[in-house]
């Protein structure tokens, strides 16, 4: 039972501080968020990818975290038994780098934990052991998330150098080895020269994970005795190749490659050393010194020049390119650029008289087109090779040939071929006879944690985990198109991903982590161990890590964990009896283990910040694919954007790190919570600041007022019969249409929607029924305003949990609201009428606002006239052909509506209303076309008379004679004949 105190609050402000304490106090006190098996309530397993412990938390690390618990407490309200665990990442080397940093005295850094987290120098001398720093931010972390409320059953947490998760990995390993995916072999790796390993996204700068792309070399011969190689991504298009060109103005070198001489920039010698070429250079040689000789094309056996290009990058491939003029934007236009220079032409005695060859045909152009490369420049309107379109424009060619070109039938061994084949057949060609072979390289420019910029290093003896299997691949595409994913908008990331992956080494020989279970020398690294650990939590509970003799028969040692252990709980394979034999642990214990897990598990929902979705989410996939069942596979993928500051993400060198217990400490959970998930939309950034975060704050208090100052409608009894007015079933009408919304914003993760429509949108109503009520002057207390409040705070419990608790208490309840049931929409209570009676009834006041505005009128007399019958029916018959038969034509409608026996006298008479009628209609949103379409008759008499007395009090005088008329009341007193004027929805207003 929760006792019903309200915290004391100054009169401007509540005591956040003293609100969060007892409601975290009594959640653990009552165990509200602890899940076990209960058979006959659904279950809903959410998890979050778990912290990694090297630095602790700020603002940033906030977002996800908030809207996976938002998701947990929105779910538990409607009834389901909901898990939402935690564990933490101590794998790898960033804990182990950290802690190197320190050992050095790294001043930057510990100035950090100094100044801006205020870690005490004891503490932080610690840290020179790895374990204390995991430690120390392991317990940061898990405070932070406890001081900002999330929901979590921390029975469950673990580390990842625990002794029964090592063995689960083991576990793991041993099963994605027997199945043929872990492979051992030279395999090319993002790589820091100086730190002597492979690197991940953990390990960059700025987190970025390192794209590999593999291009082909064609060897071109040049004097009998030199190689020009030329890296390409297309080695089809040798076929085209009518130059090479090189930049004049770089200096390249010759050196001894594999035993041949080749010229290359002095980058691309280093890059094809870590490729484990043998490579030493013998001297240099200027870029300008080849232009104009000839080399030999050993495929097709032709000779073609060497031309100068400014546009090649020396940091691109070898510094050399082979010139497709057909199907490149840049050959073809940099062609174009020299023949138009005489300066260059004569300095290098060239003649430039190349016809680009076609070797593609695509849809994009017709099949007569001699080159698709020209007339794609022409398309795009390119002035020369630096114009920035020029980029698009291959791109968009590019994209086209890879996925619909097809060869043309007179090419030699492709004829016909798909672009794709044929890139294949060639590539293979070239480097069986030895004319061409393979370099790696990264896709983008990516610098090491320590500084020292990556490189792709070809790695022998290393394990990888082999994602290029064709099988698994396949197995991966099916459990995606089979998940929900949000926003849908992301998902074709995740296909482009699953595409492109390909072996990744999944060991190292430093850091924290798991044992290769065949190969001691090696360690398990942080992206490979982090991929199932979801079906870990079931399970976690029961396993005791000490080495302490038993404690209870609900525990097992971590010791006595084996594989059959896993493969019966995980899998279901082998026999209970024996495995529990086996494994010292008792029948029915293991058991019990088995159907938790087989409860919980597959994984309802996976939360995650949009940079994981290169890796751990796809590693994600791929590893349930594998080791799982179907019945397993996770259901749903959400993915959102990180958290900016002034536009700009937080780090140490920028100096707007926000700690966020900090900012917890100075605001309250409940509005650092709000502030970071109202500000955007859950894929975009969200820019997070104080200013925000205070003005969410005392539209919490406004809140709190508001509700407090109502009390007692939440202990006596209210008589409902006082409250049949028109904005008593609007008022009724509008809170199910806010549950209903609300819901699906959220089902959806619209969560800045949600958001808005509860703090802001429910004020506008709120305001809108107090004012009718106030000027009828009749009491506002009563259900349907009980209701509203109920519905509003519930609403916004999954966001603000403190603050909801405390007034839940307010009013009068005993319970958690966290427990409470989520509001289920009522559809008896909505009333399309009541929207439009409400509406007709504010657009009127606003009209007559701006006629006393303009014309600075104080009004004695105000007539109001609704439109004829006959004109209703006209509405009726636009909103029908606008809204149900999608003709907006005034001509046609005219055409029809002339000999319709209903309206043609009106319109006949008046087409010009006919014109103003459908403006009218195609200004309004389809949701009012929608409702005004299902309304069989509106009488806007009704409302308006409802709203005398507002017209009185808005106006501010008493004396004020208000007459309202239909157009067809021959009684109406109508001295200017405005009544003429009236359109449905429109009336016409007439002061004096
Ligand atoms: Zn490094």
Redesign the pocket.
């Known amino acids: 039972m929760v006792e019903n105190t309200v915290e004391k609050t100054s009169n401007l402000e509540l005591n956040w501080a003293r609100i969060e304490k007892k409601w975290r106090k009594k959640w653990t006190e009552n165990r509200i968020f602890e899940s076990d098996i209960e058979p006959h309530k659904k279950k809903y397993f959410l998890t979050v990818a778990y912290p990694y412990p090297n630095s602790p938390q700020h603002v940033g690390h906030g977002r996800t975290y908030t809207l996976a618990d938002v998701h947990a407490r929105y779910k538990r309200m409607q009834n389901y038994n909901v898990l939402f665990p935690m564990g933490f990442h101590y794998t790898g080397t960033p804990i182990v780098s950290m802690s190197q940093r320190i050992k050095s005295n790294d001043i930057e850094l510990i100035e950090t934990f100094q100044q801006i987290y205020k870690i005490p120098s004891k503490i932080i001398s610690s840290f020179k052991e790895p374990k204390k720093i995991a430690r120390f931010f392991h317990e940061e972390i898990k405070q932070g998330m406890n001081e900002m409320g999330y929901s979590i059953d921390w029975r469950r947490e673990f580390t990842t150098i625990d002794k029964g998760y090592s063995k689960f990995i083991s576990w793991q390993f041993r099963n994605l080895r027997m199945k043929g995916l872990i492979v051992q072999g030279s395999h090319p790796v993002g790589w820091?020269?100086?730190?002597q390993?492979p690197?991940s996204q953990h390990?960059t700068v700025g987190d970025i994970e390192p794209e590999l792309i593999e291009y082909v070399l064609v060897k071109f011969k040049f004097e009998d005795q030199y190689i020009i190689p030329t890296a390409t991504l297309r080695p089809e298009t040798i076929f085209g190749v009518t130059n090479l060109w090189i930049n004049p103005d770089i200096k390249y070198v010759i050196a001894l490659v594999n035993n041949e001489k080749w010229i290359t920039t002095r980058d691309a010698a280093k890059k094809l050393e870590f490729l484990n070429f043998s490579v030493s250079i013998i001297s240099e040689i200027n870029g300008s010194e080849l232009i104009g000789k000839s080399v030999l094309d050993q495929f097709r056996k032709e000779s073609v020049p060497i031309f100068p290009a400014s546009f090649v990058d020396p940091n691109n491939g070898t510094g050399i390119v082979m010139s497709v003029p057909a199907h490149s934007p840049y050959d073809y236009q940099a062609l174009d650029d020299l023949s138009k220079n005489p300066d260059t032409l004569r300095k290098y005695d060239l003649m430039v008289d190349i016809v680009p060859k076609k070797i593609i045909h695509t849809d994009l152009f017709p099949s007569n087109d001699t080159s698709p490369a020209e007339s794609i420049v022409t398309r795009y309107s390119i002035r020369d090779q630096n114009d920035p379109k020029l980029e698009e424009a291959t791109n968009k060619l590019y994209s086209e040939e890879f996925h619909n070109g097809v060869l043309l039938p007179d090419i030699d061994l492709v004829g016909n071929q798909s672009v794709l084949k044929a890139r294949e057949t060639i590539r293979d060609k070239i480097i069986k006879q030895e004319i061409g072979t393979t370099m790696y390289e990264l896709k983008n420019a990516v610098k090491?944690?320590?500084?020292?910029s990556c490189v792709v290093k070809l790695l022998t003896n290393q394990w990888f985990i082999n994602y290029g299997n064709a099988n698994w691949k396949k197995l991966a595409y099916e459990l995606i198109d089979n998940m929900e994913i949000l926003p849908e908008e992301i998902r074709q990331e995740f296909t482009n991903v699953i595409d492109w992956l390909k072996e990744r080494a999944c060991a190292r020989k430093i850091g924290l982590g798991t044992k290769l279970p065949w190969d001691n020398e090696w360690i398990i690294e942080s992206l490979a161990d982090s991929v199932i650990y979801m079906a870990y939590y079931p399970l976690s509970k029961y396993i005791n890590n000490n080495i302490d003799p038993r404690k209870s028969e609900n525990k097992i040692l971590a010791d006595d964990l084996n594989d059959s252990f896993f493969d019966y709980v995980l899998l279901g394979k082998n026999d209970a009896e024996a495995v529990a034999k086996d494994s010292k642990i008792s029948l029915r214990l293991l058991e019990k283990i088995r159907n938790e897990f087989l409860y919980f598990y597959p994984v309802d929902s996976r939360h995650s910040g949009r940079d994981l979705v290169p890796n751990h989410l796809a590693f994600f996939i791929f590893n349930h694919a594998a080791i799982f069942g179907k019945d397993k596979w996770p259901k749903q993928i959400v993915v959102n954007g990180s958290v900016l500051t002034q536009g700009k993400k937080m780090s140490k060198s920028l100096g707007n790190i926000i700690p966020l217990r900090r900012a917890i400490g100075e605001y309250g959970a409940d509005s650092i919570r709000l502030a970071i998930l109202a500000s955007a939309e859950i894929l975009q950034d969200s820019d997070f600041s104080f200013d925000q975060v205070k003005a969410i704050r005392s539209k919490l208090f406004e809140i709190y007022r508001t509700i407090s100052s109502h009390k007692n409608i939440f202990t006596t009894i209210q008589n409902s019969l006082d409250h049949n007015e028109l904005e008593d079933a609007w008022i009724s009408s509008r809170i199910q249409r806010l549950i209903l919304e609300t819901t699906t914003a959220i089902e959806k993760f619209r969560i800045r929607e949600a958001l808005h429509s509860i703090l802001y949108l429910m004020d506008n109503d709120l305001q809108w029924y107090q004012k009718r009520k106030l000027a009828k002057n009749k009491p506002v207390h009563n259900n349907s305003l009980k209701d509203f409040f109920e519905v509003r705070i519930k609403l916004l419990s999954p966001f603000a949990p403190f603050f909801c608790e405390e007034i839940w208490g307010i009013m009068g309840n005993h319970s958690f609201i966290s427990l409470s049931q989520w509001p289920e929409v009522n559809n008896s209570k909505i009333s399309l009428k009541s929207e439009d009676n409400e509406r007709l009834i504010q657009d009127t006041i606003l009209d007559i606002q701006k006629i006393t505005k303009v014309t600075k009128i104080i009004p004695k007399k105000i007539m109001i006239y609704t439109a004829s019958e006959v004109k209703s029916k006209l509405y009726k018959k636009l909103l029908d052909k606008i809204h149900i038969q999608s003709v907006t034509n005034f001509g046609v409608i005219m055409k029809e509506f002339v000999n319709d026996n209903d309206v043609k006298d009106l319109v006949k008479r008046n087409p010009d209303l006919v014109k103003k009628m459908i403006d009218d209609i195609l200004s309004e949103s389809l949701e009012v076309r929608e409702r005004r379409m299902n309304i069989d008759s509106f009488n806007e008499l009704i409302p308006l008379q409802d709203s005398i007395s507002l017209l009185i009090s808005e106006t501010g005088n008493d004396q004020l004679k208000v007459g309202i008329y239909s157009e067809d009341n021959n009684d109406k007193y109508d001295p200017k004949q405005k009544s003429e004027f009236a359109r449905p929805y429109k009336p016409a207003i007439y002061i004096e």
Do not use: T
């Open positions: 820091c020269p100086r730190d390993n690197v390990d090491c944690r320590c500084g020292a």
